[in-house]
């Protein structure tokens, strides 16, 4: 390895297809994926995977699938559909995941844009989608399936069955049977491994294209620096378009060979997580909110003993680890204490969360709160952030263990060097740096500043080489006399509690800061439902008084604890309201992974920021929903307006 | 027709003085979706009650693939491939979904309460070829993340998908359902659609289901049979039904001011 961290790859194994072969013959029985499905773990050793992955390459081939050809994959995360990426990597073609829940306008998007020839899909949903699309998009030739259900009467000439199509390959194998070994031979490590189109806060998609190199040795890098090994087990339930699935469930399974495991449906991802228990586990931080309230709600649902004695444990095992984190001394009695906590709570609940094996856990993507972070590390959970982006190839910096701190991001993984431009943006090189954006150059020139990469977030480096984010670049701004002012610091703080889902707050070049809640349906209809308060839907739940005291609560929460920011004390919250909806990716507020589009977000709710400034008391508003289906519909709703007491 | 799975024929049935059936005759062929629409007691349920064998009518005869079975009893019925929902879900409260979809096996599990008891041999083998059966349902109608949760705690559409389950797991030639929608909102109605849409499709499962909702019948029946008072008003196809000049006057109450 030289000084950047940079290994020469041997050309024998310089990519992941040629990976899988190899790991099919050196560990052949090892359970390279499991998928729950008829209740059951089904396994499939690396051998399998490989033969699957093959006989997938091979029906391609005998489509006509060229060199460079794009093939769009979209789906659940399915053993098949991670065969079909190693496929379309043996063919050298270029696998391009999409997001799931995509509408057909953003499919047709991507499908278009990519110049796709060849979709592999999980089931109906996704083909109906894609049957639509290609109306569009008349280079689309061929959509491959694999759960055939509800599709008996389906007659487009266009569509193949998964094992059909694996039939094909065996047939085509018998003319020409060294064709795929040349054609894996013919594999580079700079070729294009993969396009993932980031989701985009603003505009349309990118496609970030990232070669086998760029995957290959950061995903080394970063499993050397942090000790991750063979013997991991992880749980594959992210999105595959998302590219952190994509380096842990594929480029770091493959280079390590550890196991993933896919599993049964979206709505049993916490209790697969509990069958599986896995050693290697990654959440974004509305992930870690979600368990967090989970676990919330249920503690406030126990008989009062038990909940007394849950809550007093584990009010001790976080001031111990803020002590901890702090680098503060921690009181002998609250040590001789916490070996009672973790019989009594601590372990069980770990167990319960399916965390008990978990040697290292990673949140990143966006800042977690610092209450949630706490939580977790508080059971005894070793969750790390990390920070790192789609043009990375994700891995820019980790927490070490005996490392952890609550505000940074940790020290950057080998071969990664960093730097802080004069307007305050995080620069970055590193081995993983991207390709470029495909087909828009344009954009990828705007990435680019004097050989290095713009990360777009706002951060420094501490004393002690730690990254610290701020916030995107674009996002920190000052109020009107000059405050310093983060939203995103003061929404993760508000989502800290459990009520509250999502948060935007206002404030540039405006007097002070207002913020617009989300609240969250389970753990405040939970509440309500507590205090005999009848609501009838989300709307009327999100306008009663009673729910306003609850977040005008949260809210001075938030205020008290920045008055202990130097920084940021200045900005804090006046005036808030409660959205009449949900913020929805299908209605464009939040990205499919969640982040909040202020830009849209403050255009479509003009009428309301603009109230939350003047001195009514409520306002009344329409607005557009997009149903799941497509069609549009409009709710009518009356939202009040709260002051909080500075 | 040619070949019917069942055939009903001149059925009446009387309930003291209310003659609730009045010679209805209802053939249902191989593979095929029915609904059974009508104004409020018309006789619906009741003409299901029959084919299922809760009630046996006073006259007529029902046929179910080329045999009378006009005088069975309901267990009798199950055995020949029949199985129902109900109006009202008619689930075990306390067990779980999975144990309640195992029950609809029930009548196809042998052997002895001993080896039953000590889960050994033959006994052991059975339960699991029937958990296999069951997880595939299971996988079919998406109801995997509630396998373990007490069917009496689940919102009423998924109660309703749960006893949709357990009528698939008896493995049905025939499947009755009585007002599977009934009480659902828009997109409960649309995934049940799909579900008994991908039932016949899936299992080659014959259908005959009795629905308020007209948009829904519109959609997914092959055919539709209308009673009135008992009685068998039209019987055809959706388009022509909705046209028919009785249909049309049943519902609009010109018959019944």
């Not at chain 1, 060199?67 to 991670?82: A, E, F, H, S």
């Not at chain 2, 619906?44 to 009518?57: D, E, R, W």
């Not at chain 2, 052997?111 to 052991?124: D, H, I, K, T």
């Amino acid at each position: 390895m030289d000084a950047h961290g940079v290994a020469a790859l041997d050309p024998a194994l310089d990519t992941f297809p040629k990976l899988v072969r190899r790991n099919a013959e050196r560990i052949p029985g090892k359970v390279a994926i499991r998928e729950k499905d008829y209740g059951i773990w089904q396994s499939y050793t690396w051998r399998d995977y490989y033969e699957q992955a093959r006989l997938i390459a091979l029906g391609l081939a005998s489509l006509g699938f060229r060199r460079g050809d794009k093939l769009v994959i979209v789906g659940d995360n399915r053993p098949q559909l991670y065969w079909a990426v190693m496929a379309t990597q043996a063919l050298g073609g270029v696998p391009v995941p999409v997001y799931q829940d995509s509408v057909e306008k953003e499919m047709e998007f991507v499908v278009d844009h990519a110049e796709a020839r060849f979709a592999v899909v999980e089931d109906q949903e996704q083909v109906d989608k894609l049957l639509l699309v290609m109306n569009a998009c008349p280079r689309l030739e061929r959509v491959i399936y694999d759960d055939a259900r509800g599709m008996r009467a389906y007659a487009a000439p266009s569509l193949m069955g998964l094992a059909e199509l694996q039939e094909a390959g065996k047939k085509f194998e018998v003319g020409h049977p060294t064709y795929l070994d040349e054609e894996m031979a013919r594999g580079r490590a700079d070729d294009v491994a993969i396009i993932c189109y980031t989701s985009g806060t603003t505009g349309m998609p990118k496609g970030a294209m990232l070669s086998h190199r760029n995957l290959l040795v950061t995903a080394r890098n970063a499993a050397a620096f942090d000790g991750v090994g063979p013997d991991e087990e992880i749980l594959s339930y992210l999105p595959m378009a998302w590219v952190g699935d994509h380096v842990f469930s594929y480029a770091q399974a493959i280079a390590l060979g550890f196991t993933i495991n896919c599993p049964e449906s979206a709505a049993t991802v916490l209790h697969d997580l509990k069958e599986i228990g896995p050693t290697y586990f990654f959440a974004p931080p509305r992930i870690w909110e979600n368990i967090l309230t989970t676990v919330m709600v249920r503690i406030e649902d126990c008989a009062w003993p038990k909940r007394r004695l849950v809550q007093l444990f584990l009010g001790l095992a976080q001031e111990m680890e803020r002590a901890r984190l702090d680098r503060r001394p921690v009181p002998a009695w609250r040590r001789l204490l916490y070996p009672l906590g973790r019989l009594l709570v601590y372990a069980p609940l770990r167990d319960n969360l399916g965390m008990r094996r978990v040697r290292r856990a990673y949140t990143a993507g966006e800042a977690i709160g610092p209450e949630i972070f706490v939580f977790f590390r508080a059971l005894g959970i070793n969750v790390k952030q990390i920070y790192g982006m789609t043009e990375a190839s994700v891995f820019l910096t980790i927490q070490k263990d005996g490392d952890v701190r609550l505000d940074t991001a940790g020290t950057p993984i080998p071969g990664v060097e960093l730097r802080i431009s004069s307007e305050g943006e995080v620069l970055y090189r590193s081995p993983g740096v991207f390709q470029g954006y495909y087909k828009n150059d344009e954009a990828t020139r705007q990435t680019r500043e004097d050989g290095w990469v713009r990360s777009g977030d706002a951060g420094f480096l501490d004393a002690d080489g730690h990254l610290r984010i701020i916030d995107r670049a674009k996002d920190v701004t000052r109020l009107a006399d000059g405050t310093l002012f983060a939203p995103k610091y003061l929404e993760n703080k508000l989502k800290f509690s459990p009520f509250v889902k999502e948060a935007v707050c206002i404030g540039q070049d405006r007097p002070w800061v207002a913020a617009l809640v989300n609240i969250d349906l389970t753990a405040v209809g939970n509440w309500a439902e507590r205090r005999n308060i009848a609501y009838t839907s989300y709307t009327d739940l999100s306008q009663k008084p009673e729910v306003y005291d609850l977040i005008a609560r949260e809210v001075a929460r938030v205020n008290r604890s920045l008055t202990e920011d130097a920084v940021l004390r200045g900005a804090q919250i006046r005036k808030f309201l409660i959205l009449h909806k949900e913020l929805d990716p299908d209605d464009e507020e939040i990205t499919r992974t969640r982040k909040v589009r202020r830009g849209h977000v403050a255009r479509k709710y003009a009428a309301l920021i603009d109230a939350l400034y003047g001195d009514r008391d409520h306002v009344q508003v329409e607005a557009q929903v997009t149903y799941e289906d497509g069609r549009t519909g409009t709710i009518r709703a009356a939202v009040s307006i709260r002051e909080v007491a500075p | 027709m040619s070949d019917p799975l069942l055939e009903v024929r001149d059925i009446s049935v009387r309930f003291g003085a209310l003659l609730a059936l009045d010679r209805v005759s209802v053939e249902i062929a191989r593979g095929e979706i029915l609904a059974i629409i009508g104004p409020n007691g018309a006789g619906k349920t009741t003409l299901l009650n029959v084919i299922s064998g809760f009630y046996h009518p006073y006259e007529g005869r029902i046929v179910f693939e080329g045999r009378d079975r006009t005088r069975l009893a309901p267990p009798d019925v199950a055995a020949l491939g029949i199985a129902r929902t109900f109006q009202n879900v008619a689930l075990f409260k306390g067990m779980s979904v999975l144990d309640n979809i195992m029950t609809g096996r029930l009548l196809k599990m042998r052997g002895s309460f001993l080896l039953e008891a000590l889960y050994w041999g033959p006994a052991r083998r059975q339960e699991l070829a029937h958990r296999a059966i069951v997880e595939r349902i299971i996988d079919f109608l998406e109801i995997q993340a509630i396998r373990k949760t007490p069917a009496g705690r689940l919102p009423y559409g998924l109660q309703k998908r749960v006893e949709l389950a357990r009528a698939l797991a008896a493995e049905p030639t025939l499947l009755l359902l009585d007002e599977p929608m009934a009480g659902m909102n828009v997109e409960e109605k649309e995934d049940m659609c799909r579900f008994v849409l991908d039932v016949t499709q899936e299992f080659g499962t014959t259908i005959a289901l009795i629905e308020h909702d007209m948009g829904v019948v519109m959609d997914i029946s092959d055919r539709v049979v209308v009673l009135d008072y008992g009685q068998k008003i039209a019987d055809g196809p959706p388009e022509q039904v909705r046209k028919d000049q009785a249909v049309l006057d049943a519902y609009l109450g010109v018959a019944h001011d």
